[in-house]
């Protein structure tokens, strides 16, 4: 399928935020030729279909590094109240009625969130990392499955035969290696879970430091903070990466810039629970890695990535006390590039021959986009999900004006999620 | 015109938050009838128009409580700097050069940003107060215009001049007398303008307390922190208003308390400039009147509910450092009947006979807002501008599935709006 997306404004991440007009030639997954106006260059070949983008936007699709997508069942679930009993009442004994089937169309409504809000891949970390791989392959989404390792739902032997069988399951799908987080997991368990990354040679991830207890209860069961401690445990020799890192030390943000750990902020969530604001700023001037993921739906409530960027963007000007703290470009940067990088695909944000096909088309001629002082500020400042006109995947074209192509009828998968959902959660609706 | 809007989820913002199926009969700016479904009544009028709202939500669309909607030119042109180089080399030589036709084209392209995004009033403080009268008339939106008096670009007489003219121009329109800030008022100056307020028994609007130097200034300069210092003038014995309310003291929160003071929260620009959060909780505590805004494009830098809501709740949750200590219909609350009470419009938030018809249709089968745990929530913390499909403004829709009803071509206008950019801010695009 060769299609070629014409009278287009690119946006290209690299060489300066360059902006030009041109069209775009897509074929196999890939880009297969970007022609600029400028250059004066006929392209001549008939492409399967051609799309007027009339003078749209387009760029590199959002990458988001920390999501639970099957979560969308408890979004605005419980809400407004305080985390323990959110975690107690609410998440825990309803997670433990999901079937895989549950898991399977929960997903699937949190897969057209992304495609319709450019949203071009997930990092994702959840109860059955076999049916989240399937159905992100079967969906043409790109993903990146995360093993959530715990005391509780899942083993070391599961998290390496994972390993091996998901990493070979679809050219769309990779698999890391994870655990939920240093409280969820025993000492010995850790040491183990290092020990095989050290073998696979392989970059580890978790959630660390999201809130001021964790970090205090680390401190108290292992005498040192989280990161900390699992430096020592040599947990990050091959790299990796934490999610939220609201409440790292000084000598942590040394050792995530030392060992390359990329940090994942969740500005969403960490305001929904009240967790605090991730010292971006600082992280920056470390030159630590920096990616952007929405969390799960549970705790967001959205999966919007525009509400993510603006959010981190702000919260650092609020942090810093500075309004020129931050330029809006890195935050663009980090969504899609930063994220990538974290996620192990392709980082370069270019749209360039031989690059992945995963593109948006943003609408430009929404009130919210107008005037044209600044196309990179207007997307970060003042985009929304309003402004995605089409989510291109590995080359096929999975959401257009308003206009699924995921291998499912989206209106009966919504039907079966509340139907799902009220089973689980009776009374909520 | 009699328009039926059936099929409908109908959201009520008073009685609890009720929500019934049903259908809405609109007529000459009014709602004429709610029959909803469990009644059993059928509707044998034929209307002019019938619209079926397939299952979406109706409810009273968002009133923005502070915005200068003509600032849209220097949308996305400056930001990432610090808020005196903003002002002095970015908005005040730009706003000098500006015609009144360029305020009419500006204005327009916000009030097609207003009305996509489910708003259907503003509360409009600017330049020519004349030119945004008429603007917001024949477009066919509500507005409540301000008076932003200053000791530089008018005076009194113009103030009480317009008081008389702009409130008798079109039903669509009210006038409320205000001044831009103390900073920029004399002491002599705002003692007459509360002779004249007290004369015309009117409330008084302004900025106040957006910035900590403000507040350091107007101490060395009155002897005392700026609400209070009005006060002593008598500057709200007939209430009135404050926008952004960022360091109020708590002396000054009870001011506002005891006389009735509105204070419009305006989150998104209190972000972007690293003014501060707004003691949102303890306005509440003290049953101070709150609205929302988003303040102009230039400080937003969009004109989106939505996100002033998210915004407004989730910075609330991070001040208190508490999950719990907000809920989201307050937040809606705000957006909808809190403004309303600030904007002098009718504020009961009801879907209901005799009310005026300012309705928007919500999109709940867009995968953000599902499952329908609770819709309310759905709409405070993962809500956007694309679920909004129709705003209705009187009885008149003037926006439906991405189309515009304005009395202007759209396409035309953001083209001018670019060209007069062009010219304003020379070499900007």
């Known amino acids: 399928m060769k299609i070629r997306l014409y009278n287009a404004t690119i946006l290209d991440l690299n060489s300066g935020y360059d902006i030009r007009t041109g069209e775009v030639i897509v074929s196999d997954g890939l880009i297969e030729k970007v022609i600029y106006d400028k250059d004066k260059v006929s392209y001549t070949e008939v492409p399967d279909r051609e799309i007027n983008c009339h003078g749209n936007l387009l760029m590199r699709g959002f990458n988001n590094a920390h999501t639970h997508s099957a979560m969308t069942f408890l979004r605005s679930l419980a809400d407004d109240k305080p985390t323990p009993l959110w975690l107690k009442e609410d998440i825990f004994p309803n997670e433990a009625k999901l079937t895989d089937d549950d898991i399977a169309d929960f997903q699937k409504l949190a897969i057209m969130e992304y495609v319709s809000g450019g949203t071009v891949s997930a990092m994702d970390m959840y109860l059955r990392p076999d049916v989240t791989a399937r159905v992100f392959a079967d969906a043409g989404m790109r993903a990146v499955i995360v093993s959530g390792l715990n005391d509780f739902t899942s083993s070391l032997e599961q998290l390496q035969d994972e390993y091996k069988r998901l990493n070979a399951l679809d050219p769309l799908i990779s698999y890391m290696v994870g655990f939920h987080a240093e409280y969820t997991c025993s000492r010995e368990k850790l040491q183990r879970l290092s020990e095989i990354a050290h073998v696979l040679k392989c970059p580890v991830f978790c959630h660390l430091s999201e809130t001021r207890s964790e970090v205090e209860e680390c401190i108290t069961r292992n005498g040192s903070t989280p990161l900390k401690f699992l430096d020592m445990l ?52 470390h030159k630590v890695k920096l990616a952007l993921g929405t969390d799960g739906p549970a705790s967001n409530n959205s999966l919007n990535m525009f509400k993510e960027m603006y959010l981190t963007s702000v919260l650092c000007k609020l942090a810093e006390d500075d309004a020129a703290c931050m330029d809006a470009s890195f935050i663009l940067d980090m969504a899609i590039k930063g994220s990538a990088s974290c996620m192990g695909l392709e980082d370069s944000g270019l749209i360039a021959p031989g690059k992945p096909a ?40 999975l959401y257009m004006n308003g206009e699924f192509d995921l291998g499912f009828d989206p209106e009966e998968m919504i039907a079966r999620c509340n139907t799902r959902t009220k089973r689980i959660v009776s009374g909520s609706i």
């Open 358 to 397: 995963d593109i948006v088309m943003m609408d430009l001629n929404k009130p919210n986009m107008q005037p044209l002082n600044n196309i990179v500020k207007n997307i970060v400042y003042a985009g929304s999900v309003s402004n995605v006109i089409m989510t291109m995947v590995a080359g096929k074209i």
């Open 234 to 285: 040599g947990m990050f020799d091959n790299g990796g990466g934490i999610y939220h890192g609201v409440h790292l030390t000084d000598e942590e943000i040394n050792i995530a810039a030392d060992k390359g750990i990329h940090v994942v902020i969740n500005s969403g969530s960490n305001c929904k629970l009240a967790s605090g604001i991730a010292p971006l700023k600082k992280l920056f001037d």
